[in-house]
């Protein structure tokens, strides 16, 4: 974990991260509904025009787990994370359609030292997935712990 | 919609509703993991064990979307669903480890007609998943929109 380049010292509240861009396609919107989420809206363009969603379109647990590889890919596999215990809100603001072009960012909203555990601090994220329009899809809050870079006085 | 098992009238609150159960391979928790989640922890069975995991372990997302696959096979495909705009509350309260076998209920919270759309009404189910331990895996929280089966007044 030594040479990680985001360690709890580098969470600074207001921090932003950049969490480059991924397209969803249409075969694997339709991959990932088949095997977890087999609503005809995710599976069927036709059945998704004739829905509120307005045509084939993503599991809102597919565009959670697009946003966690987004995360894993700007920072989190060069950290000293050490897990989430959970996620404290997610809101689907708008539908992922087949073609979209998703990008996002993370803030941090805070971050403190662990009481309980010395070498371990807690931080606070609100991370955010927007379409090519510019317009939010995701909004997702949660805490990750990570390891102090520094000697443990 | 007419001939759907479940819809918003049957959602009562306490009403308990079984998810059946499925069996984590670590073939699948790998594919997940390599996707969407590819921590150390989620893809090989020795940096499972040396995390605090303790073994080969399911990214919390993979949790989530068999959470998601079980909902609808044990009723969202025969009901009248209209989606949910997101999720309350995540909580991964242990590792799912390769072998472990996951069922689950989900437990009708609150039910309560919507005010701006007289045909829908708005469900807040409590879910959990166990392992077969009988230990509490995770723990979610969210609200449906159903619509109802009756005429509109």
Redesign the interface.
Known sequence: MAGRTWAFEDFTEGTVIDLGSKEMSAQEIVA?AA?????PMHLDEAAGRAS??GGLSA???HT???F??LL?DAF??DST????????????KRPVLAGDTLSGRTTVLAARESRSRPTIGLVTLRSELFNQQGEAVLELSNSVMFLKRGPVA
């Open positions: 990932f095997e977890f989420d087999p609503q509120i969603l599991s809102g647990w959670c787990a697009v966690m590889r894993c989190l596999l994370s050490q897990g989430a215990p959970g996620v404290d809100e997610i809101k689907w």
